[in-house]
């Protein structure tokens, strides 16, 4: 029987994991940027949106679906075992048919075909996606292994970059180190999987009970990865690399905070079918009404502050060549807080409970919306141009869930003290926006004014007695051993 981690536990690994995310970026893309420049980072940036079109088709909606699957079965290796082997071997076959296809694309589509090798790196993150099985391992809430696993290829990698980056001509370097960095420890995923799971075969294999709920989730993974590459392909192909490279500095911090902002809402999602699966609703929903709460405290505060501080935030991470990658940065922060509430109430809620049709029909609503606006703004207005597609896309999304769910937990939103968030943001800004009157570094504004936002607004939450930054600050304080 697998031993239930602790969920406490599982939040702090993974907030290390978001942690490191968030700390690594702020290293290498500084330095990369300023190396490759726009037309640099926009040619990777391009093949990484091309290649995950052919990485969503081999994965199917396996990464998704197997955490779900494994979860329920993960108190019975047997079970596990044979499951896993099922979903892998549909993995697979898949993949393979995925790479013939992309073999078949880098020979007959000239972009393609001209950096035909910097196609064949990115690719590797294919295969690797597949025998990594990640999915078991969310499953069985191993992100302890997950944590540790992840940074000791992150500091390999950020090494990596300051010996082996060195001109506008090293982006191919720079690609290889951004696919180690991130999925070559999925090598070690496929070995140490014996620990869970049996490799040789169990039999009664049926392949064909998770054919259905696979395709749903592929259906949803293909709505995603549309309007979330969508923005990148459609400027390379109707821009430029350096308008890519624009939107993908703008995007950079964006990607950062929902990171942060999502890191609860990854652990749940076990969790949350395991409840379901048990019968424990009233576990379930106190489970769900925390998450969406979490989510409103930090990417409320995050979406403005970086709002108001787009500016240093685009000089500091990117240089300032990238200048014009200050407005589409304004326009799109508000998605932080529209992917952070969707990711709870469809991936977390929807799907643990069955719902997984709603959560997809709210994605093609996102795609089509984000592909409309996209064709209307790109050719005007460029990056900004994706920039509001991709806004409005979210929203969409959002919108379409929170109808599907509202009879399911009818008072998900009502447990949110929306107007102390809102005053703790008032109170921040105030204390904050005045450091940008100083003659000062970038890094320094960032980091003082960062020190008086955050400050001021968990002060205010705490002072204002905010329910879940009460019980937190309650539980660190006695871990410290500075209150009983």
Not at 230 to 258: H, P, Q, R, S, W
Not at 266 to 271: A, D, F, I, N
Not at 283 to 304: D, G, Q
Not at 361 to 385: C, K, Q, R, V
Request: some cysteine; proline content about 3%; overall charge positive.
């Amino acid at each position: 029987m697998a031993k239930q981690k602790s969920l406490k536990l599982n939040f702090i690994m993974n907030s290390i994991l978001t942690m490191s995310q968030f700390i690594f970026p702020l290293i290498t893309f500084p330095y990369a940027s300023r190396v490759l420049m726009p037309s640099g980072i926009g040619k990777v940036n391009f093949a990484i949106s091309i290649i995950n079109y052919f990485s969503m088709f081999a994965q199917l909606g396996i990464p998704t679906y197997g955490i779900r699957a494994c979860a329920k079965v993960r108190d019975n290796r047997e079970q596990l075992t044979r499951t896993v082997h099922e979903l892998l071997f549909i993995n697979i076959i898949v993949t393979m048919i995925s790479y013939i296809g992309l073999a078949l694309a880098i020979l007959f589509v000239p972009r393609m075909h001209n950096e035909k090798m910097l196609y064949v790196i990115i690719s590797f993150t294919i295969v690797l996606t597949t025998i990594g099985m990640e999915w078991l391992y969310k499953a069985l809430e191993q992100y302890t292994y997950i944590t540790i696993r992840s940074i000791v290829f992150k500091l390999i990698g950020l090494i990596a970059m300051f010996m082996l980056v060195h001109s506008k001509s090293d982006y191919l370097i720079y690609a290889v180190i951004t696919v180690v960095s991130s999925y070559a420890s999925f090598i070690l995923n496929f070995i140490n999987a014996r620990k869970f799971v049996d490799f040789k075969p169990v039999g009664h294999y049926n392949l064909q009970q998770h054919i259905k709920p696979i395709l749903i989730f592929f259906s949803m993974s293909i709505a995603v990865t549309v309007y979330t590459n969508l923005d990148t392909i459609m400027l390379g192909f109707m821009k430029n690399d350096v308008e890519v490279g624009y939107y993908t500095a703008a995007v950079k911090i964006k990607g950062i905070t929902v990171s942060v902002v999502t890191s609860l809402g990854t652990v749940l999602l076990p969790r949350a079918a395991y409840y379901i699966e048990k019968g424990e609703n009233e576990k379930f929903e106190i489970l769900a009404k925390k998450a969406i709460n979490f989510v409103f405290l930090i990417a409320t505060p995050l979406v403005i502050y970086f709002i108001i501080f787009a500016k240093q935030g685009i000089f500091f991470l990117s240089g300032k060549a990238f200048g014009p990658s200050v407005v589409p940065m304004q326009l799109i922060m508000f998605t932080v807080l529209f992917i952070g509430l969707s990711n709870i109430t469809g991936i977390q809620i929807l799907v643990p409970l069955g719902y997984e049709k709603i959560v997809l029909y709210s994605e093609i609503a996102g795609a089509l919306t984000d592909l409309i606006i996209n064709f209307i703004l790109i050719p005007s207005l460029g990056s900004s141009g994706a920039s509001i597609g991709t806004l409005v896309a979210e929203l969409v999304v959002l919108l379409v869930q929170y109808f599907g769910i509202k009879n399911q937990v009818p008072d998900l939103f009502k447990t949110v003290k929306y107007y102390k968030i809102i005053f703790a943001v008032m109170l921040a800004t105030l204390a904050s926006a005045w450091v940008q009157m100083l003659n000062l570094h970038v890094f320094l504004v960032l980091l003082v004014s960062a020190l008086f936002f955050f400050g001021v607004y968990g002060i205010t939450l705490l002072l204002m007695k905010e329910t879940l930054v009460t019980e937190i600050t309650q539980e660190i304080l006695q871990k410290l051993h500075l209150i009983k």
